[in-house]
């Protein structure tokens, strides 16, 4: 038995020490091949890490070569890094790729703004590959944004550790300060639309002051970033048709366009007043706008001719508040590219709000309306409690989604629950007899709903793509409610409609493909 384990061991050693290969390698003759020509880090902040590009080097060759040097055109000075094979650095010798082989190599940069003398701001370098006969490379090119960074201090403890500003948002039960990382701003502010601004943790709005942001400016949003407008506070959005204010995440590589979820929301806490949204593009959040509010008479929020895209949660999210929606435009949630929650009150006028998520189960509607909120108390019971839904009013929207049913409304009785849909298009296809019976959803009831479609064709444009307008085959064409189309007299595009109102935020267009 010993004999047999000793030459089961001789013949393990012996198989190992024949998968190993000691080979000679040839210089390279500079026959090297590339993955790409151009290596472009599109859009890097000033002074912030970009995000890390790659490209291969290949050996074509049957024979393993040595490539003597490797470097950075720039050299040491270059705002680029390199990453060559797994091991970082700026300039590398004597680095062997296997015959028919090829290697990795990670291009990052952080770039001094006021370093560049480039008139279209690219930082330009290359990737420099030296061989006994020729060089060859691959160019490297940034685009960088000069832009305002705000973050939250923070304060080195003895032990190495850090303590971050935090806006302080409450307590808890038992008495601990709640808050999230972020900076409070002093006073009233302007954000212009001179740079960017590029937003790490979250930026407060103090009580009794305002911010203010203008017409073209441009906000990026790193992750567990947004806006918190407290008590007393007020969020004034002045964007322009053609001159829209862009919230986004400052992940701006090309596959991240249209990724949800890369930053917060923008939050307008319970006691903010008068917040108003005009004329903005909201992606890629987890919850483009919260709003909530308590005893608050006049609108919370006014919002118009806004677009919401690509929330991995909600694109509106009211709690017992009080909203004003015009021309507003959400599409791809991953719940509800709106939730009236919580009671409270909202008017609606030509919105279209069309829920094509495609990157998971999606739990909720498209709309969803409550007059209640629950919670489990200390004995892990739960607790439901109600509050009035003074008002859910929906004229001349669209409802839709790549659900049965988009519309749902969820009353729990002992408070008011006061709904009306008009001249409305309705996703609601169920043959559930319950829901069918549940008196909410009567669309004979002329007190309720008043000359609504349902399961209409609405002929979009193209719902993966967020191109939400309408074409000539919509039946939303030419059915909207024509005093209501009076008080919102322009589309979001600036379409008059008032002659003959579609339903909906967009007036009808002909489809490139249909023009003759």
Known sequence: MRLLYSVLIALIILGISSCRKDFGTIVSSGNLEFSVDTVLLNRVFDDISSSTQTFKVYNRSNEAITIPTIKLGRGDNSFYRLNVDGVPGKSFENIDILANDSIYVFVE????????????????????????AIEQDVKLEALVLDVNLIKPDRTE????????????????????????????????????????????????????????????????????????????????????????????????EPEFEDTSGQWGTIWLRAGSKNN????????????????????????????????????????????????????????????????????????????????????????????????????????????????????????????????????????????????????????FNTTNTEVLDNPLFDFTNASLYQNVIRNGNLDFKDTQENELIIGEASEAIGNADVNAALQVPNDILNVSRTASPDIGAYQHIIFEEEEN
């Open 157 to 252: 403890q003895p032990d190495g550790s850090f303590v971050y500003e935090t806006i302080i948002l409450g307590q808890n039960t038992d008495g601990d300060l709640l808050g999230v990382r972020g900076t409070t701003l002093s006073g009233n502010n302007t954000f212009t639309n001179t740079k960017p601004y590029l937003i790490y943790g979250y930026v407060g709005v103090a009580e009794n002051t305002t911010l203010t942001i203008d017409a073209g400016a441009t906000l990026y949003f790193h992750d567990n970033s947004g806006i918190v407008v407290g008590k007393n506070a007020t969020l004034n959005v002045n964007g322009a048709f053609e001159n829209e204010v862009l919230f986004e995440d400052d992940r701006l």
């Open 109 to 132: 940069a952080t770039v001094d703004f006021e370093q560049i003398t480039d008139t279209e701001f690219f930082y330009r370098d290359s990737v420099v590959f030296q061989s006994e």
């Open 276 to 427: 108003s949204i005009n004329y903005a593009i909201i992606k890629n959040s987890v919850i483009g706008v919260i709003a909530d509010s308590i005893g608050n008479a006049n609108p919370t929020l006014t919002i118009k001719n806004t677009q919401i895209y690509n929330t991995s949660n909600y694109g509106i999210l009211g709690r017992e508040t009080n909203i004003l929606g015009e021309n507003i435009v959400i599409g791809n949630s991953g719940q509800s590219t709106l939730a009236c929650t919580v009671g409270g009150t909202y008017n609606f006028k030509h919105c279209t709000f069309a829920n094509y998520w495609r990157s998971g189960f999606r739990q909720y509607p498209s709309v969803l309306v409550n007059n209640f909120f629950s919670y489990y108390d200390e004995s892990n019971t739960e607790v439901i409690e109600t509050r009035n839904l003074y008002a859910a009013n929906f004229t001349n929207c669209i409802i839709d989604g790549n659900q049965d049913v988009e519309f749902v409304l969820n009353k729990v009785e002992g408070a008011d629950f006061n709904f009306n849909v008009k001249n409305s298009m309705l996703k």
